[in-house]
C-alpha cells in the first residue's frame, strides 16, 4: 500500500512540474528521464523480476514504433488508435519469442544473445521491406493536436510519458505483491524448485515477456510520436537495448523505482557531461563512460542497493 | 541471383572474410568460455589495436605483417591489466555489472580514440595491397589469403596453449569449476587475467591481418561485435576450433546468402543460423553439452 | 560505501542537475548575435560532423573579422556549439538548450535523420534552422516555416544526374547502354536508388541490377564479383565515405572497369582525401554532388586556407556549411535584428548571391532553395575537375573511361 502511495506522490509532482518549470531544457530534460524510465520498466520486468536478461529488447520498441508509424501513415489509422494496436503486437512478439526460447530451454547468456539476435532480424527485415519504408523510413505526419497525439507544448507529451510511466510502476507493483508476481520471482530465485513446487515455469516467463513486450512497444509509440521519424537502425537498432538496460541495473535490479532512479541519473549525467569540453569531442562521452565504470563499481547492487544498506 | 561462375569466388571470398571473423572470434570465445564475460568492449579493443598497427606502420614503417611481434605482446599485457585493475574490480563478479563495465569500457575507449586521432577513417597502403592471388577462376586479394592462414595458426597455437601446457591446463581447470582450482591452490585472478589476456592478444594479431584490407576509425569496431558473438555461439563458447570453424561458415554464410537474397537482406542468414544454434544446439558444433 | 562519500556523490549528482539547466558558455560579449551551431561530433557520423562544425566557424570567424553585422553595428557573431552525438533525439535535446541560451538561428545538423528531428525541436520555438547538407527531401515538405535548406536535396540530385548522363551519352555517341546501382541501405542511399531504378529505364537504360549494401559493410568482393557477372556499362555508387573507398578499391583489385563509374552523391568520389589516399582507384570517376562554384576565387582561397590546415581537406560538409553561415548572416544583415521573426522573414524573402557556390541568387519555397542544384566533377590527374555543365565546367568529360 505504502508502495502505491509513493506511486501517486511521484505521479502527481510528475504533473505539476509544468506548472512551475517552464524551461524547454528542463521539461524536456524530464520527458526523456520518464522516457527511459519506462524503457527500463520494461526491461526489469523480465530481467529484474523474471531474471531473464535481454539484449534485444528493441525487437519490442521497434514493433511499437512501426506499429504507429505504419498504421498511421500507410492506413490512415488516429494516432491513439495505433497504442492497443502497438501493445497487442508487442505482447505477440514477445509471446513468439518466450515460446521459442523458452520452450528450448534457452536461460542466461544464451537467451540473452537469442534477442539480440531476434532484434536484428527485425532490423534486417525492416531495412528490406517496403512497408516499412525500407532504408528511408516511415515519417509521421505533422498534424498537431491533442486529438492526433501530437501537442504543440511540451506539457502534454509530459503527461503522456507520465502515464505510460505510472502505468508501468503500477504494473511493477501488481508484480511485486501478486500470486503472479510471487510465481515470477520464485522462478526467476530458483527455477527448478519453483516447478517443484508446482510453478507453471513456461507459462508464467511467457506472461512476463509478453508484459515486458507491451510496455516496451508503449514506449516505442511515445517516440515515433515525439521524434516523428523512424528508420530501422532507430527502431531496431543495440541503441535502444542498451538504453533500456542500463538505468534498471544502475538504479537497482528487480525493484520497483530502480529503472526511474537509474533513469534519473544516467540522464543528469549524460546531460551534464554533454556540455562539457565543447572544443573537444569525445572527452565528455569519456567521462560519462568513466563514470558509468566508477557507478557501477561503487554501487554494484545500483543505487537503490546503496539505500538499503544504509536502513 | 545464384550463377555458378560467381559461386565458387564468393566460397572462397567467404572463407577469407571468415578467417577475420575467426580471429576475432577466437579472443571472444576465450574470455566467454573462461571468464563467462559478454565482452561488449570487444569491438572498442579491436579498433585500438588496428590503431596501433596503423601508427606502427605510419611512424615506424613496420609492415603490419611484422608488426605481429609487437602487436600480439602489447595487446597482451593491456588485457591483463585491463582485467586485473579494471574489470575484475568493478564488477565485483556480477554478471550485469560486468556487462554494464565493459559498456562502459568502450565508450571510453571509442571516444578516447575520437579524441586522439580524429574522426578521419585511415587506411595503410602496402606493396601488396591490391595484389590477387588466382585460385581457379576466382581472384582473391593476397591480404585475405594470408589472413586465412593467419586464423588457423593462431588457432592452432591457442590449441596448443591450452593443452600442452600448466597454464593451459589452469586456465581450463578455472573455466571449469572457479571454486575447485582456488581450493587445488590455483590463483584464480591472475588466470583469469591472463585469458582476458589471451584474448586480447587475438585481436592483436586479427589487426594485423585486417587492416591491410580495411581500414580503421573510432567506431570500426562496432561493425564486427554481433557477428563474433555469433560465431562465438555456432562454434560452442569456449572452443577454439569451434571458433575457427564457425568464422569460416559464417563468412560462407555471408557471402552466398549476399549472393542470393542481395547484400543488405542475406545478413539475415547469419541471424537464423544465430537464433537456430541458440535454440537447437546451444553448445555449438564444438562445445560440450552444458 | 560510507554516508559521508554517499553524501558527496549526491551533492555531485545534484549539481550535475543545477549545471544541466545553466547556460554553457555564456561569456557573452556585448551584442553577440549567438548562432547555434549543431552537428554530430562524436559517434558514427563524427567525421563529417567534425568538418560542418569547421566550415561553420570559420565562415563565423570570417565574417566577425571583416566587420560583423554592420546594419547592428558591427555585432559579432558567437558560435554556440552543440554535439549531436550522432542520435536524433540528442540533437533535439541540444535544441532546447541553445533555445535557452538565447540563440538567433541555429546551423545544422548534417545528417537527415538528425534534421527531422532539430528541425522540428526548433519550429516549437520559432528558431530560424537553417540546414546545412541533409539531403532528404521531407526536411522540406513539413511545411514547417522556420526551415531553410540551402543545398540541393537528393530528388533534385537524382534528376540532375539522370539528365546529365544522357547528355554524356549522347555527347559521346552512346556507348553506354546498361547501369548497374550499388547504393547504400539507408535514407540517401535507398531514395536515390529508386529515383534512378524508376526513370533510367524511360530515358534508354537498361539498369541490370541493384544492389543494395549495409552500413558497414566489411568486404565488398561479392558485389564486385556480381558488377563483374552482370558486365554493366555503368556502374551507379550512391554510399557513404568508408564504403565508396572500399568499394573502389575493391574494384580495382578485381580489375573491373567499367565503361564509367557515374557516382550519384558518391561518398568519396568529389572528396579531396579519397583522390589523396587513392589516387589509382579514384582516377575517372565521375560524380553528381554538391560543388562549389570553380571559377570564383574566393572559394580557391578558402580551400587554399583549408589544405593549410593539419588532415583537414576542402569538403562539402566544409563548404556547405561556411555558405550556410553566410546565408545567416546575410539575413540578419538585412533583418537588422537580432529577433528569430526577423530572420525567420529574412530569410524567408532572401534574394543572397554573393556566395561562391553554383545556385545563383536563393529563393526559398517551402524551405528549399531553388536553385541549389549538384555539379558534375571527374577525377583527372589526381584532381577534380568540373565537368557539367559548361557554364561551370574546367574542362572535358572523358566519357566512356579509357584510363
Same mark, same amino acid.
Given at each position: 500500500?505504502?508502495?502505491?502511495?509513493?506511486?501517486?506522490?511521484?505521479?502527481?509532482?510528475?504533473?505539476?512540474?509544468?506548472?512551475?518549470?517552464?524551461?524547454?531544457?528542463?521539461?524536456?530534460?524530464?520527458?526523456?528521464?520518464?522516457?527511459?524510465?519506462?524503457?527500463?520498466?520494461?526491461?526489469?520486468?523480465?530481467?529484474?523480476?523474471?531474471?531473464?536478461?535481454?539484449?534485444?529488447?528493441?525487437?519490442?520498441?521497434?514493433?511499437?514504433?512501426?506499429?504507429?508509424?505504419?498504421?498511421?501513415?500507410?492506413?490512415?489509422?488516429?494516432?491513439?488508435?495505433?497504442?492497443?494496436?502497438?501493445?497487442?503486437?508487442?505482447?505477440?512478439?514477445?509471446?513468439?519469442?518466450?515460446?521459442?526460447?523458452?520452450?528450448?530451454?534457452?536461460?542466461?547468456?544464451?537467451?540473452?544473445?537469442?534477442?539480440?539476435?531476434?532484434?536484428?532480424?527485425?532490423?534486417?527485415?525492416?531495412?528490406?521491406?517496403?512497408?516499412?519504408?525500407?532504408?528511408?523510413?516511415?515519417?509521421?505526419?505533422?498534424?498537431?493536436?491533442?486529438?492526433?497525439?501530437?501537442?504543440?507544448?511540451?506539457?502534454?507529451?509530459?503527461?503522456?510519458?507520465?502515464?505510460?510511466?505510472?502505468?508501468?510502476?503500477?504494473?511493477?507493483?501488481?508484480?511485486?505483491?501478486?500470486?503472479?508476481?510471487?510465481?515470477?520471482?520464485?522462478?526467476?530465485?530458483?527455477?527448478?524448485?519453483?516447478?517443484?513446487?508446482?510453478?507453471?515455469?513456461?507459462?508464467?516467463?511467457?506472461?512476463?515477456?509478453?508484459?515486458?513486450?507491451?510496455?516496451?512497444?508503449?514506449?516505442?509509440?511515445?517516440?515515433?510520436?515525439?521524434?516523428?521519424?523512424?528508420?530501422?537502425?532507430?527502431?531496431?537498432?543495440?541503441?535502444?537495448?542498451?538504453?533500456?538496460?542500463?538505468?534498471?541495473?544502475?538504479?537497482?535490479?528487480?525493484?520497483?523505482?530502480?529503472?526511474?532512479?537509474?533513469?534519473?541519473?544516467?540522464?543528469?549525467?549524460?546531460?551534464?557531461?554533454?556540455?562539457?569540453?565543447?572544443?573537444?569531442?569525445?572527452?565528455?562521452?569519456?567521462?560519462?563512460?568513466?563514470?558509468?565504470?566508477?557507478?557501477?563499481?561503487?554501487?554494484?547492487?545500483?543505487?537503490?542497493?546503496?539505500?538499503?544498506?544504509?536502513? | 541471383?545464384?550463377?555458378?561462375?560467381?559461386?565458387?569466388?564468393?566460397?572462397?571470398?567467404?572463407?577469407?572474410?571468415?578467417?577475420?571473423? &575467426?580471429?576475432?572470434?577466437?579472443?571472444?570465445?576465450?574470455?566467454?568460455?573462461?571468464?563467462?564475460?559478454?565482452?561488449?568492449?570487444?569491438?572498442?579493443?579491436?579498433?585500438?589495436?588496428?590503431?596501433?598497427?596503423?601508427?606502427?606502420?605510419?611512424?615506424?614503417?613496420?609492415?603490419?605483417?611484422?608488426?605481429?611481434?609487437?602487436?600480439?605482446?602489447?595487446?597482451? &599485457?593491456?588485457?591483463?591489466?585491463?582485467?586485473?585493475?579494471?574489470?575484475?574490480?568493478?564488477?565485483?563478479?556480477?554478471?550485469?555489472?560486468?556487462?554494464?563495465?565493459?559498456?562502459?569500457?568502450?565508450?571510453?575507449?571509442?571516444?578516447?580514440?575520437?579524441?586522439?586521432?580524429?574522426?578521419?577513417?585511415?587506411?595503410?597502403?602496402?606493396?601488396?595491397?591490391?595484389?590477387?592471388?588466382?585460385?581457379?577462376?576466382?581472384?582473391?586479394?593476397?591480404?585475405?589469403?594470408?589472413?586465412?592462414?593467419? &586464423?588457423?595458426?593462431?588457432?592452432?597455437?591457442?590449441?596448443?596453449?591450452?593443452?600442452?601446457?600448466?597454464?593451459?591446463?589452469?586456465?581450463?581447470?578455472?573455466?571449469?569449476?572457479?571454486?575447485?582450482?582456488?581450493?587445488?591452490?590455483?590463483?584464480?585472478?591472475?588466470?583469469?587475467?591472463?585469458?582476458?589476456?589471451?584474448?586480447?592478444?587475438?585481436?592483436?594479431?586479427?589487426?594485423?591481418?585486417?587492416?591491410?584490407?580495411?581500414?580503421?576509425?573510432?567506431?570500426?569496431?562496432?561493425?564486427?561485435?554481433?557477428? &563474433?558473438?555469433?560465431?562465438?555461439?555456432?562454434?560452442?563458447?569456449?572452443?577454439?576450433?569451434?571458433?575457427?570453424?564457425?568464422?569460416?561458415?559464417?563468412?560462407?554464410?555471408?557471402?552466398?546468402?549476399?549472393?542470393?537474397?542481395?547484400?543488405?537482406?542475406?545478413?539475415?542468414?547469419?541471424?537464423?543460423?544465430?537464433?537456430?544454434?541458440?535454440?537447437?544446439?546451444?553448445?555449438?558444433?564444438?562445445?560440450?553439452?552444458? | 560505501?560510507?554516508?559521508?562519500?554517499?553524501?558527496?556523490?549526491?551533492?555531485?549528482?545534484?549539481?550535475?542537475?543545477?549545471?544541466?539547466?545553466?547556460?554553457?558558455?555564456?561569456?557573452?560579449?556585448?551584442?553577440?548575435?549567438?548562432?547555434?551551431?549543431?552537428?554530430?561530433?562524436?559517434?558514427?557520423?563524427?567525421?563529417?560532423?567534425?568538418?560542418?562544425?569547421?566550415?561553420?566557424?570559420?565562415?563565423?570567424?570570417?565574417?566577425?573579422?571583416?566587420?560583423?553585422?554592420?546594419?547592428?553595428?558591427?555585432?559579432?557573431?558567437?558560435?554556440?556549439?552543440?554535439?549531436?552525438?550522432?542520435?536524433?533525439?540528442?540533437?533535439?535535446?541540444?535544441?532546447?538548450?541553445?533555445?535557452?541560451?538565447?540563440?538567433?538561428?541555429?546551423?545544422?545538423?548534417?545528417?537527415?535523420?538528425?534534421?527531422?528531428?532539430?528541425?522540428?525541436?526548433?519550429?516549437?520555438?520559432?528558431?530560424?534552422?537553417?540546414?546545412?547538407?541533409?539531403?532528404?527531401?521531407?526536411?522540406?515538405?513539413?511545411?514547417?516555416?522556420?526551415?531553410?535548406?540551402?543545398?540541393?536535396?537528393?530528388?533534385?540530385?537524382?534528376?540532375?544526374?539522370?539528365?546529365?548522363?544522357?547528355?554524356?551519352?549522347?555527347?559521346?555517341?552512346?556507348?553506354?547502354?546498361?547501369?548497374?546501382?550499388?547504393?547504400?541501405?539507408?535514407?540517401?542511399?535507398?531514395?536515390?536508388?529508386?529515383?534512378?531504378?524508376?526513370?533510367?529505364?524511360?530515358?534508354?537504360?537498361?539498369?541490370?541490377?541493384?544492389?543494395?549494401?549495409?552500413?558497414?559493410?566489411?568486404?565488398?568482393?561479392?558485389?564486385?564479383?556480381?558488377?563483374?557477372?552482370?558486365?554493366?556499362?555503368?556502374?551507379?555508387?550512391?554510399?557513404?565515405?568508408?564504403?565508396?573507398?572500399?568499394?573502389?578499391?575493391?574494384?580495382?583489385?578485381?580489375?573491373?572497369?567499367?565503361?564509367?563509374?557515374?557516382?550519384?552523391?558518391?561518398?568519396?568520389?568529389?572528396?579531396?582525401?579519397?583522390?589523396?589516399?587513392?589516387?589509382?582507384?579514384?582516377?575517372?570517376?565521375?560524380?553528381?554532388?554538391?560543388?562549389?562554384?570553380?571559377?570564383?576565387?574566393?572559394?580557391?582561397?578558402?580551400?587554399?586556407?583549408?589544405?593549410?590546415?593539419?588532415?583537414?581537406?576542402?569538403?562539402?560538409?566544409?563548404?556547405?556549411?561556411?555558405?550556410?553561415?553566410?546565408?545567416?548572416?546575410?539575413?540578419?544583415?538585412?533583418?537588422?535584428?537580432?529577433?528569430?521573426?526577423?530572420?525567420?522573414?529574412?530569410?524567408?524573402?532572401?534574394?543572397?548571391?554573393?556566395?561562391?557556390?553554383?545556385?545563383?541568387?536563393?529563393?526559398?519555397?517551402?524551405?528549399?532553395?531553388?536553385?541549389?542544384?549538384?555539379?558534375?566533377?571527374?577525377?583527372?590527374?589526381?584532381?577534380?575537375?568540373?565537368?557539367?555543365?559548361?557554364?561551370?565546367?574546367?574542362?572535358?568529360?572523358?566519357?566512356?573511361?579509357?584510363?
Amino acid at each position: 500500500m505504502r508502495q502505491l502511495a509513493a506511486i501517486a506522490v511521484f505521479a502527481v509532482a510528475a504533473a505539476v512540474l509544468p506548472l512551475f518549470i517552464t524551461s524547454g531544457v528542463v521539461l524536456n530534460t524530464a520527458i526523456m528521464i520518464l522516457y527511459t524510465a519506462l524503457l527500463g520498466l520494461a526491461w526489469n520486468i523480465l530481467a529484474g523480476f523474471g531474471g531473464q536478461f535481454s539484449f534485444g529488447h528493441a525487437v519490442f520498441f521497434g514493433t511499437g514504433a512501426y506499429a504507429a508509424a505504419v498504421l498511421q501513415a500507410k492506413l490512415g489509422w488516429n494516432a491513439w488508435a495505433t497504442l492497443p494496436a502497438a501493445l497487442l503486437l508487442g505482447a505477440a512478439v514477445g509471446a513468439f519469442i518466450g515460446a521459442l526460447s523458452f520452450r528450448y530451454g534457452l536461460r542466461g547468456s544464451y537467451f540473452a544473445l537469442v534477442t539480440l539476435a531476434f532484434a536484428e532480424v527485425f532490423r534486417i527485415l525492416a531495412n528490406n521491406v517496403t512497408f516499412t519504408g525500407a532504408g528511408v523510413g516511415i515519417m509521421v505526419k505533422l498534424k498537431s493536436g491533442a486529438e492526433n497525439f501530437q501537442f504543440a507544448t511540451k506539457t502534454g507529451y509530459l503527461y503522456v510519458i507520465l502515464v505510460f510511466v505510472v502505468a508501468g510502476l503500477v504494473l511493477c507493483w501488481w508484480l511485486k505483491n501478486s500470486r503472479y508476481g510471487a510465481w515470477l520471482q520464485a522462478v526467476r530465485d530458483n527455477e527448478e524448485s519453483a516447478a517443484a513446487l508446482g510453478v507453471n515455469v513456461f507459462r508464467v516467463k511467457l506472461g512476463a515477456i509478453a508484459l515486458s513486450g507491451a510496455l516496451m512497444a508503449a514506449g516505442g509509440v511515445f517516440y515515433a510520436q515525439y521524434f516523428q521519424y523512424i528508420d530501422p537502425g532507430l527502431a531496431y537498432g543495440p541503441g535502444v537495448s542498451i538504453e533500456a538496460l542500463l538505468g534498471p541495473i544502475v538504479g537497482g535490479l528487480g525493484t520497483l523505482w530502480g529503472p526511474v532512479l537509474g533513469a534519473v541519473l544516467l540522464q543528469l549525467l549524460g546531460e551534464g557531461t554533454r556540455g562539457l569540453f565543447a572544443n573537444a569531442p569525445g572527452v565528455s562521452l569519456m567521462l560519462y563512460g568513466a563514470l558509468l565504470v566508477l557507478m557501477v563499481t561503487f554501487m554494484p547492487s545500483g543505487v537503490l542497493g546503496v539505500l538499503r544498506r544504509r536502513a | 541471383m545464384l550463377e555458378l561462375s560467381i559461386l565458387w569466388p564468393s566460397i572462397l571470398n567467404g572463407l577469407t572474410t571468415g578467417a577475420v571473423y &575467426a580471429l576475432i572470434a577466437l579472443g571472444l570465445t576465450l574470455i566467454y568460455g573462461v571468464l563467462h564475460i559478454i565482452n561488449f568492449a570487444h569491438g572498442a579493443a579491436l579498433m585500438m589495436a588496428l590503431y596501433g598497427v596503423y601508427y606502427l606502420q605510419r611512424s615506424l614503417g613496420l609492415d603490419p605483417y611484422v608488426s605481429l611481434a609487437v602487436m600480439v605482446p602489447t595487446m597482451f &599485457a593491456a588485457g591483463y591489466l585491463a582485467y586485473r585493475y579494471v574489470i575484475g574490480v568493478a564488477s565485483h563478479g556480477r554478471d550485469e555489472n560486468i556487462l554494464l563495465v565493459t559498456l562502459g569500457v568502450a565508450i571510453v575507449l571509442e571516444n578516447l580514440a575520437l579524441f586522439l586521432f580524429k574522426s578521419d577513417t585511415r587506411t595503410i597502403d602496402t606493396a601488396y595491397t591490391f595484389t590477387t592471388v588466382p585460385i581457379g577462376s576466382a581472384m582473391i586479394a593476397l591480404p585475405k589469403i594470408v589472413a586465412f592462414f593467419g &586464423a588457423a595458426a593462431t588457432a592452432g597455437i591457442l590449441l596448443l596453449i591450452m593443452r600442452a601446457t600448466d597454464l593451459g591446463r589452469a586456465i581450463r581447470a578455472c573455466a571449469k569449476e572457479r571454486q575447485g582450482a582456488r581450493l587445488v591452490g590455483i590463483d584464480v585472478e591472475h588466470v583469469f587475467a591472463m585469458s582476458f589476456g589471451i584474448g586480447l592478444a587475438c585481436l592483436g594479431a586479427a589487426a594485423c591481418f585486417l587492416l591491410p584490407a580495411y581500414y580503421v576509425n573510432p567506431m570500426v569496431g562496432n561493425g564486427f561485435v554481433l557477428i &563474433a558473438f555469433t560465431i562465438v555461439v555456432l562454434g560452442g563458447m569456449g572452443s577454439f576450433a569451434g571458433a575457427l570453424v564457425g568464422g569460416l561458415l559464417i563468412g560462407v554464410v555471408e557471402s552466398v546468402g549476399g549472393l542470393w537474397l542481395g547484400e543488405s537482406l542475406g545478413q539475415i542468414g547469419i541471424f537464423l543460423i544465430f537464433i537456430a544454434v541458440l535454440l537447437f544446439r546451444p553448445q555449438g558444433l564444438f562445445g560440450a553439452r552444458a | 560505501m560510507n554516508s559521508q562519500r554517499r553524501r558527496q556523490f549526491l551533492i555531485n549528482t545534484t549539481a550535475l542537475a543545477a549545471s544541466a539547466a545553466l547556460p554553457l558558455g555564456a561569456r557573452a560579449q556585448a551584442n553577440a548575435i549567438k548562432i547555434g551551431v549543431l552537428h554530430p561530433v562524436t559517434g558514427f557520423l563524427a567525421y563529417s560532423g567534425n568538418l560542418s562544425r569547421l566550415g561553420a566557424q570559420m565562415a563565423i570567424d570570417d565574417i566577425n573579422k571583416a566587420g560583423g553585422i554592420k546594419s547592428l553595428g558591427g555585432a559579432q557573431l558567437q558560435a554556440v556549439l552543440g554535439d549531436a552525438q550522432s542520435k536524433p533525439e540528442v540533437g533535439a535535446a541540444e535544441v532546447e538548450k541553445m533555445n535557452e541560451e538565447g540563440v538567433s538561428a541555429i546551423v545544422g545538423a548534417y545528417a537527415s535523420a538528425i534534421c527531422l528531428a532539430t528541425t522540428q525541436a526548433a519550429a516549437k520555438h520559432n528558431i530560424p534552422h537553417v540546414v546545412d547538407v541533409g539531403v532528404a527531401d521531407q526536411i522540406v515538405e513539413r511545411g514547417l516555416k522556420n526551415t531553410f535548406r540551402f543545398p540541393p536535396g537528393y530528388k533534385v540530385c537524382a534528376d540532375t544526374a539522370m539528365n546529365d548522363l544522357v547528355l554524356l551519352n549522347n555527347l559521346a555517341g552512346k556507348p553506354a547502354r546498361s547501369v548497374l546501382i550499388v547504393h547504400e541501405e539507408s535514407l540517401f542511399g535507398t531514395g536515390t536508388a529508386n529515383l534512378l531504378a524508376q526513370q533510367l529505364p524511360n530515358l534508354g537504360f537498361e539498369v541490370k541490377e541493384v544492389i543494395k549494401h549495409a552500413n558497414p559493410t566489411r568486404d565488398f568482393n561479392n558485389i564486385v564479383l556480381r558488377v563483374k557477372a552482370a558486365n554493366p556499362d555503368v556502374v551507379i555508387p550512391a554510399n557513404y565515405y568508408n564504403e565508396y573507398a572500399l568499394f573502389m578499391r575493391t574494384m580495382k583489385q578485381q580489375n573491373v572497369r567499367p565503361k564509367a563509374i557515374y557516382s550519384v552523391l558518391g561518398g568519396a568520389a568529389s572528396s579531396y582525401k579519397f583522390v589523396k589516399e587513392f589516387a589509382d582507384a579514384a582516377n575517372g570517376v565521375l560524380d553528381v554532388n554538391h560543388w562549389f562554384n570553380p571559377k570564383d576565387k574566393r572559394a580557391s582561397a578558402l580551400k587554399k586556407r583549408v589544405d593549410a590546415m593539419k588532415d583537414q581537406f576542402f569538403t562539402y560538409e566544409v563548404y556547405l556549411n561556411y555558405s550556410a553561415v553566410q546565408l545567416l548572416a546575410d539575413a540578419i544583415e538585412r533583418a537588422k535584428s537580432t529577433k528569430r521573426d526577423d530572420i525567420v522573414n529574412a530569410l524567408a524573402n532572401s534574394t543572397w548571391d554573393n556566395h561562391f557556390m553554383p545556385f545563383g541568387p536563393t529563393k526559398f519555397v517551402n524551405g528549399q532553395n531553388q536553385g541549389a542544384r549538384p555539379l558534375m566533377m571527374q577525377v583527372l590527374k589526381n584532381d577534380i575537375k568540373v565537368v557539367l555543365p559548361n557554364t561551370y565546367a574546367e574542362t572535358e568529360p572523358a566519357f566512356p573511361w579509357k584510363g
